[in-house]
């Protein structure tokens, strides 16, 4: 790209330049989002997310029995296959309900406790919440832990499970500190810009072809060049007609001076 052809096409049609670039800016601030006192808000604002876990247990200890006459005490091998059915409890209608019925804005997802490097169930439930706030993230976590424990407590009483068999629900993590899990990507602004962009500099170059002005300013196109300059550029052919056309025009020259000259004799005589 010549730089300096770009350059000069931007001064001559500054107006356009500035105007077309202005637009683009302002465009694509508006993609974004809402400018303000404060700054720019995005549009669709900006989700925090706030982890929390619970280990699945028993009242007899940290891994009591549930089932005396199949396993032994203090194994974890079936505490952690319970991980899919408390997770799967988290996410039905009666805990998401009650979670709804905060009327807390954001949601709450159970996931399985899964073991990143072999891929086994772990005893353990992971709850995220979801929210427009950092802190109404880690509120709706909390809630979420306290409703689904009171749930599990109430279905375990109410199927008469005795208080030393029934499983329980331990705090590991009470919501992590709030994260952004997602926000506004600039992905439409910018490719907002880049098209106003590149149509203003067509526009200005597509007036530049127009004008034969500014084609000869900016050396182009040869403006009102003499023949003589036109042969310093043509091709042999055309070099040759004009060079025949110099010698006409001298022989005409000189034929005007000897015909002034004759009168100029004749008046004297």
Known sequence: MDLRLFWAVAKRYKKVSITGTLLAVVLAIFAYGTPGPGG???????????????????????YGRADPKSISEGNPGYM??????????????????????????????????????????TPFVNIVATAPSAAGAAELAQRAIAIFQNYVAQTEAASGVPANSRV???VVRNGNPPVISASPKPTIPVLIFVAIFAATIMLMFS???????????????????????????APPAYAGSTAHVDRISNGAREADDRSAALDRIIRRA
């Not at 720019?40 to 940290?62: C, F, H, N, Y």
């Not at 209608?93 to 891929?119: C, F, H, M, W, Y």
């Open 168 to 170: 329980t629900l331990d």
């Open 40 to 62: 720019i808000k995005p549009r669709g604002g900006v989700t925090w997310e706030s982890d929390a876990q619970l280990l699945i247990t028993q009242g007899s200890g940290p």
């Open 207 to 233: 007036l530049e072809n127009r004008d034969p002005k500014s084609a000869a300013a900016l050396g182009r196109v040869p403006g009102e060049a003499s023949h003589r300059d036109i042969a310093s550029v």
């Open 80 to 121: 952690a296959s319970l991980t899919t059915v408390y997770a799967g409890l988290a996410n039905g209608s009666a805990v998401q309900n009650a979670v709804r019925a905060t009327k807390l804005p954001g949601a709450v997802i159970a996931t399985e406790g899964v073991d990143q490097l072999t891929g086994d169930y």
